[in-house]
Each structure stands twice: as structure tokens, then as C-alpha cells.
């Protein structure tokens, strides 16, 4: 499975985003959808994640509520729609696919990763 993130870009505070994850095989639609960032100079963090088996989803403290997780199998997409930006969301994000259908709040259980897209939250 092959992943690319796009969307990112730079926005003020208080506005929205959505980013895409699109992937290369139908493979895509059995496995689970996360979101991950890492702003500058802080360790990868879980955003949100969408199990392929029920559809729970699972979303950080931090995010909760302003952020959505979604995907579209026909599309072989997932999406991440951010609303109510702050500066304090400003990182790059990377879309992951994961073979499990739960725990998936943690990196080491996701296989593939898409390269990062840039968000950027001006105050």
C-alpha cells in the first residue's frame, strides 16, 4: 500500500482544512486509517485513526471535536477534516494504514506511512 498525503497548506486561526490520503490498491480498504503529526522539534503524536472492521474512531485529547477522521473505500481515500484551527496544530501530518482494527493509537502498528503534508496555523 502505497499512501499520499495532501491538502496542507497555510491557514489562519480559527479556519478549516481537509486533508486527503490517497492510496495506490484496493488493499487500502482492509486496512485502517490514521493520522499522525510532528511539529518542530516534538516527537510523532496520534491525531485520529478509522478501523477498517467497525468504524470506530479514535481521536487524540487535543483534537477532539474540532477534528473528523473519514475515508471513502470507492475512492480508496481517507480524509481529515480540521476545523477551529490554532497555531498549536501546526505540523506536518502523515496519513498511515494499519492491518489492525483496533489499538490504533500507537505508530508501531501501522505498516505504511505516506510522506508528510505542511499545516500551518497563523495566530
Known amino acids: 500500500v502505497q499512501l499520499q498525503a495532501s491538502g496542507g497548506g497555510l491557514v489562519q486561526a480559527g479556519n478549516s482544512l481537509r486533508l486527503s490520503c490517497a492510496a495506490s490498491?484496493?488493499?487500502?480498504?482492509?486496512?485502517?486509517a490514521g493520522w499522525f503529526r510532528q511539529a518542530p522539534g516534538k516527537e510523532r503524536e496520534f491525531v485520529a485513526a478509522l478501523s477498517y472492521r467497525d468504524r470506530r474512531t479514535y481521536y487524540s485529547n487535543s483534537v477532539k471535536g474540532r477534528f473528523t477522521i473519514s475515508r471513502d473505500n470507492a475512492k480508496i481515500t481517507a480524509f481529515l477534516e480540521m476545523n477551529s484551527l490554532s497555531p498549536e496544530d501546526t505540523a506536518v501530518y502523515y496519513c498511515?494504514?494499519?492491518?489492525?482494527?483496533?489499538?490504533?493509537?500507537?505508530?508501531?502498528?501501522?505498516?505504511?506511512w505516506g510522506r508528510g503534508t505542511l499545516v500551518t496555523v497563523s495566530s
Open positions: 490498491g484496493r488493499a487500502f480498504t482492509v486496512y485502517s
Open positions: 498511515a494504514a494499519s492491518p489492525y482494527a483496533n489499538d490504533l493509537t500507537a505508530a508501531r502498528r501501522y505498516d505504511y
